[in-house]
C-alpha cells in the first residue's frame, strides 16, 4: 500500500493511510480513527484487570490491527491473537504492523461472521468494534466465546441507539426509543440490553464489568458465562421506562410514552474501575465510572430539568445541596449538567427548586 505514516499508540508503532494523501481518514482504502484512543487504552486496561493470561482474543474486525496489536504488547494476558478483516488491503497492513512490533497473530482476511462461527467455543475474549453497528456481528461472537470469557463492543450508530431514529432502533435493536433528557444514557442501556437479549438467546449470561459514552460511541465490556439457567436472569435487569413530564419509573410492561426494552441493571462494576485507575491511564474518568457504577436508578437527571424563572442552579450546587439534605447524588459522564441519584424526581424537584425559590 502507497502513502503510508508511522504512527505510536501507546506502546506500539504501526502504520496507518496517510489521510493528508487520501483526502481524509474516512477515505482512506484502511480506516484508523485516532480519535478512539481512549478506547483502545481502556480496553487495554480492562484485560489487564481481568486478570488472567494465555488467553485467546479475536478481533473480527481489525483495520490497522492497532487495537489487537496493543492487547498483545501492554496487556500480557494474551496467548493467542487473531485478526481478521474483509479487506485484503487491511490484512496486508495488519502483517507489516504485527512485523514491526514483533507481534504473533493469526491473520484471515474473511467475513468476521463466517469466522466467529469457524472459531466456535474457542476464544475467551471476542471485541467487535465495527464502523456503525455491532448488532449483525454479536450472536456470532457469543458463538465463539468459550464457556466464559469477556465480550466487549463498540458502537457508533448513536443516534439510532438514543432514539433520533426510532423506526431503525427498532429494527436494529427491537427497543423504542426517544429522545429524552437523559437520552445517553437510553442509547447506552438500549446497547446493552440487546447485547443481553442475544445472550439470553445463545445461553449466556453477562456481567456488565464496563460501559460507557464518549462524543460519537458507546463501549461495552461484560463478563459472560454459559447456562440456560443463569441466562435466564438476564431478563431480571430487561425492563421499560416510562417518562411523562420530568417523572422517571422502572416498569415489566410496554406501554405509551415507554423506552425500552432496555437494560435497567448496574451497567459496571466499580472494583474493576477501580482496579482499571491504578494502572495509570484515565484515572479521574475511570472513578467517576466507578462512583456512577454505585447508583441503581436506570437514568439520570439534568440541571434544566429542576430550573425556577429560567435560573438553573451549577452542578455543583446542586449536588452539595442534595447531600445536605441527605439525599445520594454523583456527577455523571454522559452529561456536563446531569447527576445521578436512586431517590425520585419529586423529591429531587423539592429539595432543589425549594432552594432555588429561597434564592
Known amino acids: 500500500m502507497r502513502h503510508l505514516a508511522l504512527r505510536r ?5 504501526f502504520y496507518t493511510p496517510d489521510p493528508e494523501k487520501y483526502g481524509g481518514i474516512y477515505s482512506a482504502p484502511v480506516f484508523y480513527n485516532p480519535a478512539m484512543e481512549k478506547n483502545r487504552t481502556l480496553s487495554v486496561l480492562i484485560l489487564k484487570a481481568y486478570g488472567k493470561t494465555g488467553l485467546t482474543v479475536c478481533e473480527p474486525l481489525s483495520g490497522t490491527g492497532i487495537r489487537g496489536i496493543r492487547y498483545a504488547v501492554e496487556s500480557g494476558a494474551v496467548g493467542r491473537l487473531v485478526l481478521n478483516d474483509i479487506s485484503k488491503e487491511a490484512t496486508e497492513l495488519i502483517k507489516k504492523n504485527l512485523e514491526i512490533n514483533g507481534v504473533d497473530a493469526e491473520v484471515y482476511n474473511e467475513d468476521a461472521n463466517v469466522l466467529l462461527h469457524r472459531l466456535r467455543d474457542t476464544c475467551d475474549v471476542v471485541d467487535i468494534d465495527p464502523f456503525g453497528s455491532p448488532a449483525p456481528f454479536m450472536q456470532a461472537a457469543f458463538r465463539a466465546l468459550r464457556e466464559e470469557g469477556l465480550i466487549c463492543a463498540t458502537a457508533t450508530d448513536t443516534a ?3 432514539g433520533r431514529y426510532p423506526r431503525k432502533c427498532l429494527r436494529r435493536y427491537g427497543s423504542v426509543a426517544f429522545r ?11 446497547l446493552i440490553g440487546f447485547v443481553a437479549r442475544v445472550a439470553a438467546s445463545e445461553d449466556y449470561k453477562i ?3 464496563m460501559s460507557y459514552w464518549e462524543g460519537h460511541y458507546f463501549r461495552f465490556c461484560a463478563y459472560a458465562v454459559r447456562g440456560a439457567r443463569d441466562a435466564d436472569d438476564n431478563f431480571r435487569n430487561i425492563g421499560y421506562l416510562e417518562y411523562r413530564g420530568g417523572l422517571r419509573r422502572v416498569t415489566t410492561r410496554p406501554g405509551a410514552s415507554y423506552l425500552g426494552p432496555l437494560w435497567i441493571g448496574h451497567m459496571g462494576e466499580p472494583l474493576i474501575m477501580y482496579k482499571m485507575a491504578e494502572f495509570g491511564p484515565h484515572q479521574d474518568f475511570l472513578k467517576l465510572l466507578a462512583v456512577e457504577y454505585s447508583v441503581a ?4 437527571y439534568r440541571m434544566p430539568e429542576f430550573a425556577v424563572g429560567g435560573r438553573s442552579l451549577t452542578l455543583k450546587e446542586a449536588l452539595k445541596i442534595l447531600r445536605e439534605a441527605g439525599i445520594y447524588s454523583t456527577a455523571t459522564h454522559m452529561s456536563p449538567d446531569g447527576f445521578k441519584t436512586d431517590s425520585g424526581y419529586g423529591e429531587v424537584a423539592r429539595v432543589l427548586k425549594t432552594y432555588n425559590y429561597a434564592t
Not at 180 to 190: A, H, K, S
Not at 297 to 300: I, K, L
Open 9 to 13: 499508540e501507546g506502546a506500539v508503532e
Open 160 to 162: 439510532v441507539l438514543v
Open 180 to 190: 429524552t433528557p437523559f437520552y445517553i444514557e437510553v442509547g447506552l442501556r438500549n
Open 207 to 209: 456481567e456488565p464489568l
Open 297 to 300: 436508578a436506570p437514568w439520570h
